[in-house]
């Protein structure tokens, strides 16, 4: 069936890197956007990026640009957020979300993974 | 960035009642709203895109409205699954932007 699968969350330090993985699979991987979404303990969701099809259009939260970068590989059917310079208030849940298919006319976050756990803490 | 403003921030209604939840954006979106539900423990999930379209499998008494910066989410018969966090998201730029979320509750 359709599905994304988070995975690569852990405890962390505060300063150091995490990378967390989102695999697709179910769906021709190739053609859709992916979104990263977290959700802080006890707190609302929160939009983090959004790596196109391709991987030619990336865009960040203002909160996390400049330390986490995104990216795909599509032989791999897989996207990965890349967090540096980790800080306590990072430590959520994150949820990758299927986007737009090539060509879209909406932009839908319609299939969702169960999220993985980032705690950054000393 | 755009800021999406959610109201009331909690609601507690009965089985059956028709409840209303608004969004307020800080500019106007046009139609590029969408409408999310999460249970507790639980992945968040589509109900609405594009202001009012349903996403495939949502009960019909689901639906929302509006457009530019004011939108609404509406439950026309509260049923007892209902019971969740409702958020809206704008993607009509980036960042995209998530309301802080209301937590309905059934009575």
């Known amino acids: 069936q359709v599905q994304v699968e988070e995975s690569g969350g852990g405890v962390v330090q505060p300063g150091r890197s995490l990378r967390l993985s989102c695999a697709g699979s179910?769906?021709?991987?190739?053609?859709?956007?992916i979104h990263w979404v977290r959700q802080a303990p006890g707190k609302g969701l929160e939009w983090v990026a959004i790596?196109?099809?391709?991987?030619?259009?990336?865009f960040y939260a203002d909160a996390v640009k400049g330390r986490f970068t995104i990216s795909r590989d599509n032989s791999r059917n897989s996207v990965y957020l890349e967090m540096t310079s980790l800080r306590r208030e990072d430590t959520a849940i994150y949820y990758c979300?299927?986007?737009?298919?090539?060509?879209?006319?909406?932009?839908?976050?319609?299939?969702w993974g169960q999220g993985t756990t980032v705690t950054v803490s000393s | 960035a755009i800021q999406m403003t959610q109201s009331p921030s909690s609601l507690s209604a009965s089985v059956g009642d028709r409840v209303t939840l608004t969004c307020r954006a800080s500019?106007?979106?046009?139609?590029?709203l969408g409408w999310y539900q999460q249970k507790p423990g639980k992945a968040p999930k589509l109900l609405i895109y594009?202001?009012?379209i349903l996403q495939s499998g949502v009960p019909s008494r689901f639906s929302g409205s509006g457009s530019g910066t004011d939108f609404t989410l509406t439950v026309s018969s509260l049923q007892p699954e209902d019971s969740a966090t409702y958020y809206c998201?704008?993607?009509?730029?980036?960042?995209?932007?998530f309301g802080q979320g209301t937590k309905l509750e059934i009575k």
């Open positions: 979300a299927r986007g737009p298919v090539i060509r879209a006319k909406y932009d839908v976050l319609d299939i």
């Open positions: 594009s202001v009012s």
């Open positions: 998201l704008q993607d009509y730029s980036y960042p995209y932007t």
């Open positions: 500019q106007g979106i046009g139609n590029d």
């Open positions: 179910g769906f021709i991987f190739s053609s859709y956007s």
């Open positions: 790596i196109s099809y391709d991987g030619r259009k990336i």
